[in-house]
DNA sequence: AAAGTTGCGTCAATGGTGTTGACATAAGGG
DNA sequence: CCCTTATGTCAACACCATTGACGCAACTTT
């Protein structure tokens, strides 16, 4: 089998048992669907089958192995929120919109952003992400090393907190809120002798439990616009 | 089962028929070692049972399930990363050596990172971990509640690298060497109408394949810096 | 020292997962 | 209208986490 798969074009459009006719978008779509509907366990070959009404093998026809459908869903939800992104101002501007929307696409689908988000898809959405992430930080006045090395700290920066969040977010319930509750509990007890820095910001140490994504991304551009036309 | 598992005081100490006698140290000893030896795929309760010499399941006798064993294996890493660290000169110098152990522990455990850079261990190791950053944060002269949410800001950060780099790093040797190749061929033959800045950087690009974590640690040490005793 | 309790290691079974090779059938080209 | 073959289906394999029943042996009690 795995040499006639995933042929580059495809003809023959027979429809299954149940009637529906395959596609590799289709699938995607269904894929993306079942991932945001039912929780964390939801995506897998058996279950994503039986959504489309055919044999789980049959999805080995479109792609080579699980991982490859999840870097075509992975680039379908950058296509989805960079859709329509020209910035055209101030460059710094430019990159928040570009974070905001990164992160917060993942955010939309936090159990596909904890499988992918440290991928390369290496498929056109991401080209163009990136296109227009580095002509932001050549916008900024680096030269194209800095800009590269500076693009990546950027967009690994913020994958790395969408990737966290998502991550968390994605957890079964009882864990995360068992996660969460540590912030409120857990720390709340812990002895005056033993942690004292921690005694003393007790009662804000409940901000430990919200995303600081908002933060660090603050901090970020503020380190870039210091630097900006320099190197 | 469910109810026995997990006592607090252990008294019984019944080798099992390979005639090992189990430990909770034991066991995330063997299941740190196991992770790093082999590749990703060898962290399971078999496996784990296999490399102890005793059946799978009484590995339920000591954690209540496979999360509960993560979590104990990354505060344990958290333990060893952090051993004998205690910051004395300048908070900035301090919070950068933080930020090299942390992301060098999990470094060295990509595997274990990949699934715990983002969980609250809520374990002795990792309170005194926060304990030490948060005075860090004071150290630089932030109020309360400031210093919570740059510490935030600042741990999510390195581990959001770490997991990232992690994550990639756990891969499957042909994915993890995928995604690398894919800047110094995917991203090398984009058409130049297409992806101007692509085209323009493009001998750069290969950059974008090694970690961004010093970069963006020093872009968010500096935005530090220069808010320091601020609020 | 003998008896009683029970901690805990073992066994077997359940229901999940990705993946593959063999097979059959219908779609579309000639 | 037939032939080729793409592609959907089936059955099977090897792995996974988890659990209930069982019984041995190690401690406690007498």
Known sequence: ???????????????????????????????????GEHGAEALSVRRLGAALGCDPSALYRYFHDTDDLLLAVADRIIGETMGGFAPEGDWLAGLREMAHRVYGGYSRHPKIAALAAYRVTRRPHEFRAVEIGIGLMRRGGFDKATAVRHYAAFIDTVLGHAALDAAHQALAPERRGADTRAWAEAYQVLSEGEFPQLAEVRGELPLMAVSSFETALELFLSALEVRAGQG
């Open 1 to 35: 089998m795995a040499a006639g798969r995933v042929p580059v074009e495809r003809r023959r459009r027979r429809p299954t048992k149940a009637g529906t006719v395959l596609t590799e978008e289709l699938i995607v779509d269904c894929a993306l669907r079942l991932a």
